[in-house]
């Protein structure tokens, strides 16, 4: 819900923070003390078109801000959070809530800025933010429920679980047909691409299986090739430093090698270690060098004399074998690993392009059976549609008989069509009878603007249980209406409430009797400068007294108000 509207010197609004609670709000004042202004302003954060005469007169700027409080898991979070704006969640009675900052500017130029969540954002980012959270009704701006796309929305959500059920495997089995149908229409239209792009892919295949690489192979092989260009390098290294460590002279004697002077350092350590312990550990360090030493020297003989003796013949078969290589890499990829991964791609894709009788037989059978499933299935969301639409239309036309509409019927037109959509083969389209023997016309036609207030809040406390928004605007829904008509708009408003936020601006004092919060505008004396208060449980008295008699300071007025405001508790 909407917690708090801060308005700068929109209208005659100068500065005004506007706080809001759950339930009925109610917006009352005199005529031009600038109720309309508030409408004006959640238009601005709705991303309507900013009208540079609404920003006050002398005043550089006007200012529109919202904070707006809805669970972790709406829809505008993630708006907001893809926009880069910032939402701070906290949790609340056990319920993680996110809190969303909106605001827009619009300058005596004409100049426009938006920003989501304290970040810049263009107004339309600003726009679909809005429309998640608030719906508008005004006088001459009904924005929920006037597109198509918006009453298929709304008859889908009334069906319920029966027709998301049958919707989901509809997409399930739509989603399938459309992938054979491609399949087959490329197969039919492209045979000579295909033809062309089968052969250039099996003339490659050729190619790398005639070589047949291994996963790593120019890995190792390079390695191999740097090896054995450098075998003499490697032996002669190898051989000196085996010298080094154990080699002998010409006459077999021993040279001071290094096996050779860690013995003889080992024997000296070794003959008086037992007089102390720290010389008795040096030593055991000592016979361990020797040790190793001796292993690594060893080691390297091994090594020198295993050295391949083919070397140049074997060089030649690893450079062949690289260049062999090398022809793949440079045409199918930077690694042979890459190669063969490409290899497995393209018999994948040949399988596809290759013409197989059977294959094309099996997938035109199947998108036979496919589309008969679709026409049943359709047929069976065009019957739970047309169940649904006349469910809803019953109780809208009820709504409105309530609302002094006694005549009016909505009617909700569900006709097949011949294209698969993901919604179905149903055009859905919300009309509106004003008497009975009326042609049926689409809302926003052949409707005052009142009217059109009242079949919108119809409808909502219809849908409101099915597919709300957090908060619903109302700008005179009760316009060319009064007495019981009016007491029951109150009423209906007040249901709707129980399930979101509701905010009315009304002339009505049986309307503004149901508020939860009853919001004050007042002007100053000379109508240049307006404030917005939430009047008490007493100044709600006087001011229902205003609205009924015009004399706020009248008993009898102030008594008739306490009255409504009984009978609206009861």
């Known amino acids: 819900m909407i917690e708090e509207i801060h308005i700068h010197d929109l209208g005659v609004i100068t500065d005004a923070v506007l706080p809001l609670g759950p339930g009925l709000s109610i917006l009352s004042g005199e005529t031009g003390a600038g109720k309309t202004m508030v409408v004006t302003a959640l238009g601005m954060l709705l991303g309507n078109r900013a009208d540079a005469g609404a920003v006050r007169s002398g005043s550089g700027k006007a200012l529109a801000e919202a904070t707006v409080m809805v669970l972790a898991t709406h829809g505008a979070v993630e708006l907001v959070e893809e926009a ?26 004409g100049r426009s800025r938006a920003h989501v969540g304290g970040r810049s954002a263009p107004v339309g980012t600003l ?37 998301a059920k049958e919707l989901a495997a509809y997409r399930e089995k ?43 192979e120019d890995v190792q092989l390079d390695a191999d090739s740097e090896k054995l260009t450098n075998l003499e390098a490697l032996r002669s290294a190898a051989v000196t430093a085996q010298a080094a460590l154990s080699g002998t002279d010409a006459d077999d004697e021993p040279n001071t090698n290094a096996v050779a002077l860690l013995s003889y350092a080992q024997q000296a350590l070794d003959h008086e270690s037992d007089s102390d312990a720290e010389l008795a550990e040096l030593a055991t360090r000592v016979r361990e060098l020797t040790v190793v030493a001796a292993d690594v020297a060893a080691d390297l003989s091994g090594y020198a004399s295993g050295l391949d003796e083919d070397g140049p013949a074997r060089l030649a078969q690893v450079e062949q074998r690289r260049n062999a290589l090398r022809t793949l890499t440079r045409k199918y990829g ?9 290899a497995d791609t393209a018999r994948g894709r040949l399988s596809d392009l290759v013409d197989d009788p059977q294959r094309d ?15 049943e299935r359709s047929q069976t969301m065009l019957e739970l549609r047309r169940k649904t639409a006349e469910k809803l239309s019953k109780a809208v036309s009820k709504e409105l008989t ?40 689409p809302l926003g036609k052949g409707a005052s603007g009142g009217e059109l207030s009242r079949i919108m809040l119809s409808l909502e406390v219809v849908l409101s249980e099915v597919d ?11 316009s060319g209406v009064g007495g019981k008509a ?85």
């Open 174 to 216: 739509l989603a399938r047909y459309r992938t054979i149908v491609a399949t087959l229409r490329e197969i039919k239209e492209n045979m000579r691409e295909r033809a062309l792009e089968a052969q250039s892919l099996t003339t490659a295949l050729e190619e790398i299986d005639a070589v047949e690489p291994i996963s790593g």
């Open 402 to 441: 309530a609302l002094a509409m006694p005549n009016a019927s909505l009617v909700v037109s569900v006709e097949p069509t011949e294209q698969f959509t993901e919604h179905g083969r149903d055009e859905i389209e919300f009309l509106l009878a004003p008497h009975p023997d009326a042609k049926p016309r």
């Open 127 to 163: 726009g679909a933010v809005g429309e998640t959270l608030v719906a508008v009704h005004g006088q001459s701006d009904q924005l929920r429920l006037k597109s198509a796309v918006a009453q298929r929305k709304a008859l889908d959500e009334y069906a319920g679980a029966p027709l």
């Open 334 to 342: 930077t690694t042979i690993d890459e190669v063969i991964e490409w």
């Open 486 to 570: 009016a007491v029951e708009i109150g009423r209906r408003l007040k249901m709707l409430a129980k399930n979101v936020q509701v905010l009315v601006v009304t002339h009505l004092p049986q309307v503004a009797a149901f508020a939860d919060h009853h919001v004050l505008v007042t002007k100053s004396s000379d109508s240049t400068v307006s404030d917005v208060r939430v009047l008490t449980d007493e100044e709600r008295v006087v001011e229902l007294a205003r609205m009924l008699a015009g004399h706020e300071n009248s008993e009898a007025a102030r008594e008739h108000a306490r009255e409504l405001l009984r009978d609206a508790t009861a």
């Open 84 to 109: 880069g704006g910032v939402v701070d969640v906290e949790t609340v009675n056990g319920r993680d809530e996110a809190q969303i900052l909106l605001s827009r500017t619009v300058s005596a130029e």
């Open 361 to 375: 037989e099996e997938l035109r059978n199947e998108a036979h059976a496919l589309h008969q499933e679709l026409l």
């Open 468 to 478: 709300p928004v957090p908060t619903f605007v109302f700008d005179e829904v009760d």
